[in-house]
């Protein structure tokens, strides 16, 4: 039986992403504070997590604009609202990242890189992002597999008695021609199965101005232009249905997805030059299953997946190789995990799951490969009364079949992880000490394996190793000044090895895949967070992160670059939230900075990248005519007008506007 406390303000909370529905009553007496949780005591290491609302006051536009809020976060962004997103957990790599929606993993088999740009945050609860796994034994086997892992939990209805109907409908607009449209349906179909309806446009010609300046590396000025930002449009929709239900003894659930995008892909600016040929066509469906049930002291939890993900590359750039190119990628995915309570504070769990992809495609002599991947987890889970254990093994046995060709040899590794947690106070589980050990992999990619000129069947996977240990301080108060005080600090040493690295073959546009690369990252994490209640309907919230990393190559001592910071990596980085809340108004302000770093291997003069730091305001206001509840959300994104890269050549929007209205009854 999981026992969930109310948790009012946390750096670093812990929910579970799978578990029904829990009444958040608690919660909503913040409303719109930045970062809420229900602490839940079985859990080892807690996860950073951001609710639905809170998200909304953040100035997000996607799930990746939302999770530069976690501390140890980069995002790989490429300007524009339909620009592509990704994100890297601790340096180790976007691929080391599993992204769960609603219990099941999202994969791209092709370049293993999901991009959370698609994802709109109209639609989500919570986001919870979990270094090394999340911390219970009941989950599907792959989940024990990733470095770190991002869960997104959709909005589950929740209706009083007597009702039977809710609806939302959203209106955002605002800078670069920005419309914006969504509608959510809820309906309680009977006692025990209700099902919800989204649905979503966004459409942008994402033209920004942007200031283009470059100096040689003897300091003098080489140009300084303003331009503005082409081929950066998107007109995308997303349909999205819901159907749950609740049984005797758990519940099920069942999902059917579709993504549809045209986008043109804002080039790089090089040299002056404005690259405009890139487009890109998206239709990504898939539908999911979900059922758990408890029979005593027996768990199980099973889902099942078919997607299919069909993408459509243009490159008409008459600078470039020409490009006209048809992708379409196919997954089935099963699984069943099951848990065993021997004792009341000893269980253990033990997990299947089988994951089939295929991807074919209109290249010439193209591999055409299929993968048949099988994941068996056994875990193991010891709660005492100061003392928390977790231990995990996770094995994994993956076969690729290859069309004429010689099938590639099969491959299994194993991986285990050990998490802790100690409370030293005895009868107060306000400080706790957490430590955990996990190593992982990533397979190659079917782009890494087999892609024509540029594939190397022959690599190896690419291994993770993580040290992690840490303190948290966490103090709630119903009857002074600060509500809740929540302290949090991790020091981490990870190292990747056979790191999956490209090299040109001497010839344009043919490369080769080798395993090379050898990264060590150490890092500190520190996150701290605090509500003030100074009187009646006035609430002030409060909450800062900042990471330390030093992620150096150590591939080879020969090399120019051996030691030195890899690309796109700050040493400093972290970010400054606050709000309040008063009588249905809300003012939220949040700071990000992102320090030095370089875009490539030698950290020279040449590659450094100055460090830049945005900051966001927003006004809202709520309230409420009949059934009907109101509000309008006002934002100023980069309030400075700050001119930036995330990515060398791919400048962001300066100082940019958006309004949204909601109506929901």
């Known amino acids: 039986m999981t026992i969930a406390l109310p948790l009012s303000v946390v750096a670093f909370p812990a929910n579970a992403a799978h578990e029904s529905p829990a009444d958040t009553t608690d919660v909503h007496q913040l409303e719109e504070f930045v970062v809420t949780s229900r602490r839940n005591v079985e859990d080892v290491i807690p996860a950073q997590t ?28 490429y300007g524009g609202v339909g620009g592509i997103k990704t994100v890297n957990i601790r340096s ?21 890189q999901i991009d959370l740009g698609q994802f709109s945050l109209d639609n989500i609860e919570a986001i919870s992002l979990y270094n090394g796994q999340k911390s219970e034994i009941l989950q599907p086997a792959k989940d024990f597999g990733s470095a770190g892992s991002i869960y997104m939990r959709t909005r589950a209805p929740q209706f009083k008695e007597g009702e039977t109907f809710h609806a939302r409908l959203t209106l955002r607009g605002g800078s670069f021609d920005l419309i914006n449209p969504s509608a959510l349906v809820e ?16 459409n942008s010609s994402g033209r920004y101005k942007f200031r283009y300046r470059r100096v040689t590396p003897t300091g003098q000025l080489a140009y300084d232009t303003t331009a503005v930002r082409q081929n950066g449009d998107i007109n995308a929709t997303r349909l999205e249905l819901n159907v749950n239900g609740s049984l005797n003894n758990g519940q099920w659930s069942v999902k059917a997805y579709n993504y549809n995008s045209e986008r043109g892909v804002p080039g790089a600016i090089v040299n002056n030059v404005w690259r405009r040929g890139e487009r890109i066509w998206d239709l990504n469906s898939f539908i999911q299953g979900n059922y758990r049930a408890t029979f005593g002291d027996f768990t ?10 069909r993408t459509h590359y243009v490159n008409n750039d008459d600078r470039q190789l020409q490009v006209d190119n048809l992708y379409r990628q196919k997954e089935f995915y099963l699984s069943s995990a099951n848990e065993y309570r021997i004792l009341p504070p000893w269980r253990v769990s033990l997990s299947y799951d089988f994951q089939w992809n295929s991807l074919a495609t209109d290249i010439r002599d193209f591999a055409r490969p299929q993968r048949f991947s099988n994941f068996l987890a056994l875990a193991s889970s010891l709660s005492l009364s100061r003392l928390k254990l977790q231990g995990s093994m996770l094995a994994t046995f993956i076969h690729d079949r290859v069309e004429g060709a010689d099938n590639p040899s099969n491959r299994h590794v194993f991986t285990p992880a050990l998490y802790a947690s100690f ?4 009868d107060n589980p306000e400080l706790s000490i957490r430590a955990f050990y996990k190593r992982s992999f990533r397979m190659p990619t079917f782009n890494d394996l087999y892609y024509a000129d540029m594939g190397n069947s022959k690599l190896n996977p690419e291994r993770a190793t993580q040290y992690n240990v840490g303190v948290l301080y966490d103090h709630m108060s119903h009857s002074s000044l600060l509500a809740a005080l929540r302290v949090s600090a991790d020091a981490y040493y990870n190292t990747v090895s056979d790191k999956i690295v ?8 043919r490369w080769t895949m080798l395993n090379l690369g050898r990264v060590h990252i150490r890092g500190i994490d520190v996150a701290a967070a605090a509500t003030f209640n100074p009187r009646d309907q006035l609430m002030l919230t409060l909450r800062a992160q900042y990471t330390f990393q030093r992620a150096i190559d150590v591939t080879d001592p020969a090399d120019s670059y ?22 249905g108004w809300g003012l939220n302000f949040s700071w990000i ?10 950290n020279i003069r040449y590659n450094y990248m100055q460090p830049w730091y945005t900051s966001d305001l927003s006004l809202s206001k709520d309230l409420r005519i009949g059934r009907v509840a109101l509000r309008v959300l006002a934002e100023i994104n980069n309030l400075l007008s700050q001119d930036y890269d995330v990515i060398l050549n791919y400048p962001m929007p300066k100082r940019n506007y958006r309004i949204t209205l909601t109506a929901e009854i």
Do not use: C
């Open 593 to 602: 900075y992102v320090g030095e770093r370089y875009n490539q291997q030698d």
């Open 300 to 309: 199980t939890l099973n889902n099942v997946k078919y997607a299919h993900y």
């Open 562 to 583: 051996y030691r030195n910071q890899i690309p796109y990596i700050p040493r400093n980085s972290g970010s400054v939230v606050g709000s309040a809340q008063w009588r």
């Open 502 to 509: 490209a090299y040109p073959k001497g010839q344009q546009f």
């Open 423 to 426: 409370f030293p106070l005895r």
């Open 50 to 77: 951001l609710s639905g609302k809170q998200l909304q006051s953040l100035n997000s536009n996607s799930v990746a604009d939302a999770l530069r809020y976690f501390s140890g976060v980069q995002v790989k962004d």
């Open 187 to 202: 309906l309680r179909l009977s006692e025990r199965v209700n099902a919800s309806l989204s649905a979503e446009w966004i």
């Open 92 to 112: 180790m790599g976007t691929n080391h990242t599993g992204v769960v929606y609603d219990g099941v993993e999202l994969g791209n088999a092709q370049n293993g």
